[in-house]
């Protein structure tokens, strides 16, 4: 028999496979993934929100300070100071354990969590003293320099050691 009369084919290679639809192995993997995604996203913005009345307290403090440069009045200066502070550590604790603090008790409180003591000494009774100085009083922009540099580690300083 002539091998050219054979009724022959040539091989015929199946289709290769095709990447969709895609396995159940690849659904479970793209799910896990978008939970993990999820739980990353709610984590990041819960971190964000806390820290938010910390850089908006921040900002404050340099719109404050500008003011000051601006108009000199020390004492306005130190009472809004004592105003942003106060509202600030209310958003970072318990109203309980802050809302009811006054003088030394106030001072010792704000000296919490921070690396060495910074109220406890003249630059808290500045704080304590110069939002009651009559308006007109004449004080120097040094001895302001210690109380914001005070207030500005204890807003950037979070209470209780949350970051």
Known sequence: MDPKQIPLRDLH????????????????????????????????LRHRSQG?????????LDVLTVEFEQHGDAVAFSSNLSELLRRTMLAYAPRRDVAGLTGDEWLRWLDRDLDRPRFQGETGRKLLELPYRRPGDDLSALDLVDVVAAVRQRLATPVGGRR
């Open 13 to 44: 290679l199946p289709e290769a496979v095709s990447w969709w639809p895609l396995a159940p192995g690849w659904w479970f993997l793209i799910a896990l993934a978008l939970v993990a995604l999820g739980y990353l996203l709610h984590r990041y």
């Open 52 to 60: 938010a009345a910390r850089r908006h307290a921040l900002r404050q």
